[in-house]
């Protein structure tokens, strides 16, 4: 074994006692001064945030389509990318126009699908790559969140970019967040990484409302026969509770490149009649938390 290794081990051991200590009050009360306080989006009843620990699992996709199905149910809703190297919301939902500013220099998310959308690539040139470190990622979200006038909205979903990083600490420290739904295919690469990110809102005590378990299988289109693509998903069983199991469907690819979401485009098929199963879900589960907590939950 290396006798660097070996010279390091008693470091090691002292670092883990250290942080496996349970923090006294005064300690965590020293602490969260220098946290950012929680406020309240002004004109926004609920936040939904939309989380992956792995990139390419659809989390964009779902997003798009989730706050599409929430608008056709008659709710005010809004989609904010916080994916601040790489959005996608612009190509998504066709909204590529620079938002215009109010008298109080605040920014007015363009409006598509009947949803208020925001993103970092209605700011910068589409050929521009963002190479920022993560005081200017989370200055930037901060301003994608509070520096457009939102309300009001009865919903607003926010897009995340993969993995636990700035963006994610950014808005959990700043905003209340009523709930998260994580996105992942069975593949155990993928439900592995998930599994850290759920963790982490669970340590950040944000409530999980469940799993979009994405491309798992596909339908036929000639004999209508279901094909699983992963036979065995025991992997994903450490997961929170599935909301619904969305298969790889054939206009999915069709409708991100023309910027129409497949619920808007396709509203009649199976794949939109998941999504509109999701919403309703969802909105049933935070009017139920609202009622058990004693708060009115009209808009």
């Not at 378990?213 to 000639?222: L, P, V, Y």
């Not at 026969?225 to 997961?239: G, H, P, T, V, Y």
Request: hydrophobic residues 40%.
């Amino acid at each position: 074994m290396n006798s660097n290794f070996l010279a390091l081990r008693p470091l090691m051991r002292a670092y883990q006692r250290r942080f496996a200590a349970n923090l006294t009050d005064h300690q965590a009360a020293m602490m969260a001064r220098g946290l950012p306080k929680r406020e309240k989006l002004i004109g926004v009843e609920d936040i939904i945030v939309v989380a992956s620990g792995k990139g390419g699992v659809g989390k964009s996709t779902v997003a798009a389509n989730f706050a599409c199905s929430l608008a056709k149910l008659g709710k005010r809703v809004g989609l904010l990318d916080g994916d601040i190297f790489g959005p996608s919301i612009p190509l998504l939902m066709n909204v590529h126009s620079e938002p215009l500013l109010n008298s109080r220099n605040l920014m007015i998310p363009p409006q598509n699908y009947n949803v208020k959308c925001l993103s970092m690539g209605m700011l910068t040139p589409p050929d521009q790559a963002i190479i920022w470190r993560g005081p200017l990622v989370m200055s930037a979200v901060q301003r994608l969140l509070k520096g457009a006038e939102w309300g009001p909205l009865d919903v607003l979903v926010i897009d995340t970019p993969p993995g636990t990083g700035d963006v994610h600490l950014s808005l959990t420290q700043h905003t209340h967040i009523t709930g998260v739904i994580l996105v992942s295919t069975p593949h155990a690469a993928a439900v592995e990484v998930t599994l850290r990110g759920a963790k982490m809102f669970e340590k950040l005590k944000v409530p999980i409302f469940g799993l979009v378990e994405n491309m798992r299988f596909s339908i036929c289109d000639n004999c209508k026969q279901r094909i699983e693509f992963f036979k065995d998903a025991s992997s994903s069983k450490s997961l929170p509770d599935r909301l619904i199991s969305l298969p790889l469907n054939s206009h999915i690819a069709e409708c991100g490149e023309e910027g129409v979401p497949v619920v808007i485009k396709y509203p009649d098929t199976d794949y939109s009649t998941l999504f509109t199963q999701l919403a309703g879900h969802i909105l049933q589960v935070m009017e139920e938390r609202k009622t058990a907590s004693g708060q009115d939950f009209r808009p």
